[in-house]
Each structure stands twice: as structure tokens, then as C-alpha cells.
């Protein structure tokens, strides 16, 4: 099999970076109990929780992908468990879909296999590009007062940045569990989850503000109070269960030892790929690298803006956007003949259809002013009003002066 050379400027999996890569193809075969894939492993989880700033001992990562991590996390989650879930795009309604499937009883499951009807779970339903807010989360809590509270940080289906502040200080609040899907924020916000004491729980993935897609390892973190309420109702999940997850990381019994013990067999050239992509964030700092991100979100949303669409997203990683009117309706031909030629941009996965570019790990004058011309290539081809002097002298004021190439 060859898988072309790709660029791929959707809302993730993002640019993986060549570091990465070569440390996945660099590492020798080695098991997954040998001495340095284990200390890897050590040294990934200190590393997790100085990027996420956190104490949380229960922080290490799930192999797989965005979705291991969330089912790791919400397998704390048993049948009859209130639950509030908001829920306002593509992901955040599957992820209120597996709290359905987590907290439903034999008989719920039963009657709807595929698509349980938890009597215990609130589903709040916010329209697509509308943020989950505070005031929100607080009316909903106040009503239901369940033990769980569910959120996306980054809804990366409509490109929506939901009120974490609001949504932990509404938990704590309330002595709520907040429960929060990360997959698109961690790597590319700066923000510490000790900050957010509402929130007993955390997951991430690997492939979008990690940049390591290297099919590697999802970051969840949990709290203590997290951890004692799964000590007591224990989870459904021998390979999920963060208590067996944590010890291949060196947490056993809430205590950090040396040397992690068999979970299941891990890849020795994920931990080093997954190692390096921490490092990577480590280096550049969150602080830096997220001030990166809002600036070229910026140069992005303003050419695509001056090419006559709409942006809709706040999210700094990505754009989501209206064509101009005498394009409506052909996103969907607009994005196929874009992926034609290897430029991964994507539509939404539900209604209404937009248009998704990212640019993670395109954080250069270089690559988004590429992204720019294929899209304005990409407008112009369905018979789109582009001017493509006004274009590069947005660019050349954009870049020419302030932001380093
Ligand atoms: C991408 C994404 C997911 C799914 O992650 P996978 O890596 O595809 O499993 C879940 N939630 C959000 C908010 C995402 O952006």
C-alpha cells in the first residue's frame, strides 16, 4: 500500500511533524516490558502533567485514538448514573451518544440497541455554532443535580469554544463530577486543569494539537474524588478501566512507583513517537505556541473572509465558514475537488453543510499562505469572485512586517 504525501488542513488528524515520525521509525523492536520503553512511558506521563499542569496523579495516556480516551474516561460512568450532557456538534453528540450507552440499563439497551434512551441522561441540546455557557450548564445542573456533567472544551464540528470556566464553576457549584472531551483543545490552548476543579475528568487524542498521528496514545486525566467513585462502582471495562490503564504507567493504587506493570502490550515505537511529540510541545511552550495558533487563525479567517465567506468558528485551529452566496449549496463539490488534488480540507459532518479548514501544526507564513491560494484556487474553479491580488497583498501586510516567517 502507498498513501500519497497529503496536506491535510481539516480540523485534525493535523500535520504530523517529522521529529515525530522519525522517532517512530527510529525505535528498535523492543517489548513492551524492556527497561526504556517502560521509563518512556515514566517520563510521558511527568510530561503529561507539566503540559496539562496538573497534580492529578491518575494522568497517562490511552492507546488509540480521541474516542479511547473518551471511553477510558466515561467507563466511570454506570447504568442508572445521572448524567447532564450538552451537547452542541458532531462530537459532543456522539459523546452524549456513549453516555447514553454507559448509563442505560439491560432493558434500555434492549429496547435500542444502537441508540439507547437512558432515562438517567439529560441530553441538552444547543444548535450547531451556538457555545454551551455558563449560565447554561448552571440552570441545567441546578434542575437535574445529576452526578456527572458532560462537555466538549473545543467542538471541533462547528468549531465552537465552550465556557470551561462556566461549566467547572457550575459543577463545583453543585458537587457535580464535570466530565470534559479535550480531543481538540490540549496542544493548542494554554490552559492548566487545576485551574478547573469542577472537572473531575479529562481526554484528549493524539493526532490533533500533538501532532503525533502515528496511531499512538490519547492523554486522559482524573481526579481524585474521579478515581474513589470508580474504586467504588467499579466500570465495565477490563482495557478501559483507568485503574488497570494507569498501572502500565507506573500509578498503582494512586501512588507513583518506578516501573509500570502489564496492562497489555504496548508499541515501542508509539512511546517514542508519542514521547518526542511531548517534547515537542514542551519546547515550544503552551503559552507560545497557542498565541501562534490565534495568529494564523486570524490571517486564515480574514482571506477567506475577503474571498466573500462567512466564518461561523472561534476555534484557533480552525475555520469554519458560509461560501459566498452564489456558491451556496456546492461545499460538498468544493471540498471533493479540493481532497482530489491532496488538499484535506472537510465539510461538516452534520447539518448545516459548511466548510472546515485547519491548520494544525501550519503554524508558518509559508504553509498558511498555501492553504490560502489552493482554497482561492479551489473558489475561483466553481466560478467564485476571487481577487487573487487583493489575497497576496493581505498575506504580504499580514506577514511582510509583524509575524516572523
Ligand atoms: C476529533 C475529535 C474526537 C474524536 O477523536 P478520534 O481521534 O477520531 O477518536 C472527539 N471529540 C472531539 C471534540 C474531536 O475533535
Not at 454551551?132 to 464540528?157: D, I, N, R, S
Request: charged share 20%; with cysteine.
Amino acid at each position: 500500500l502507498e498513501i500519497p504525501e497529503t496536506l491535510a488542513a481539516g480540523p485534525g488528524p493535523g500535520n504530523t511533524d517529522a521529529r515525530v515520525l522519525q522517532a517512530f521509525a527510529n525505535a528498535g523492536v523492543a517489548d513492551h516490558m524492556q527497561g526504556d520503553v517502560l521509563r518512556g512511558m515514566v517520563e510521558c506521563k511527568h510530561m503529561l502533567r507539566n503540559i496539562w499542569g496538573t497534580d492529578n496523579t491518575y494522568t497517562f495516556a490511552v492507546a488509540g485514538t480521541g474516542w479511547s480516551a473518551l471511553d477510558t474516561m466515561f467507563s466511570a460512568v454506570m447504568p442508572g448514573d445521572k448524567v447532564v450532557a450538552f451537547a452542541n456538534g458532531t462530537f459532543s453528540g456522539i459523546d452524549a451518544l456513549t453516555l447514553r450507552i454507559k448509563a442505560a440499563t439491560p432493558e434500555e439497551h434492549a429496547a435500542s440497541p444502537l441508540d439507547p434512551q437512558a432515562a438517567s441522561v439529560t441530553v441538552v441540546d444547543v444548535p450547531h455554532g451556538q457555545p454551551v455557557t455558563g449560565e447554561l450548564v448552571e440552570a441545567a445542573l441546578e434542575q437535574h443535580k445529576p452526578k456527572w456533567a458532560f462537555m466538549a472544551h473545543w467542538e471541533t464540528g462547528s468549531g465552537r469554544v465552550n465556557d470551561l470556566r462556566g461549566f467547572s464553576d457550575a459543577c463545583e457549584r453543585h458537587g457535580v463530577m464535570g466530565l470534559v472531551d479535550a480531543v481538540s483543545s490540549l496542544g493548542v490552548d494554554d490552559f492548566s486543569i487545576d485551574d478547573y476543579p469542577g472537572i473531575a475528568g479529562w481526554a484528549s487524542c493524539p493526532q490533533k494539537g500533538l501532532c503525533c498521528l502515528p496511531l499512538t496514545y490519547a492523554p486522559v486525566s482524573f481526579t481524585d474524588a474521579f478515581i474513589e467513585s470508580l474504586r467504588a462502582t467499579g466500570a465495565y471495562s477490563y482495557v478501559h478501566n483507568p485503574l488497570f490503564e494507569a498501572r502500565h504507567w507506573g500509578i498503582v493504587d494512586g501512588q507513583d512507583v518506578e516501573k509500570g506493570t502489564y496492562h497489555r502490550t504496548h508499541s515501542g515505537y508509539a512511546v517514542a513517537a508519542f514521547h518526542e511529540s511531548l517534547r515537542l510541545t514542551l519546547q515550544e511552550g503552551l503559552a507560545r505556541r497557542s498565541t501562534s495558533y490565534k495568529t494564523h487563525e486570524r490571517v486564515l479567517r480574514d482571506a477567506v473572509t475577503a474571498m466573500g465567506c462567512e466564518v461561523t468558528s472561534d476555534m484557533p485551529s480552525l475555520v469554519v465558514l458560509n461560501l459566498p452566496p452564489e456558491l451556496a449549496g456546492r461545499e460538498m463539490e468544493l471540498v471533493q475537488n479540493c481532497r482530489a488534488r491532496g488538499f484535506g480540507i472537510w465539510p461538516t459532518l452534520s447539518a448545516p453543510v459548511q466548510v472546515r479548514i485547519g491548520i494544525l501544526n501550519q503554524l508558518n507564513r509559508q504553509a498558511v499562505s498555501r492553504i490560502v491560494r489552493l482554497f482561492a484556487e479551489a473558489m475561483r474553479e466553481l466560478g467564485g469572485n476571487v481577487d487573487y491580488e487583493e489575497i497576496e497583498a493581505l498575506l504580504e501586510s499580514r506577514y511582510g512586517t509583524s509575524i516572523a516567517a
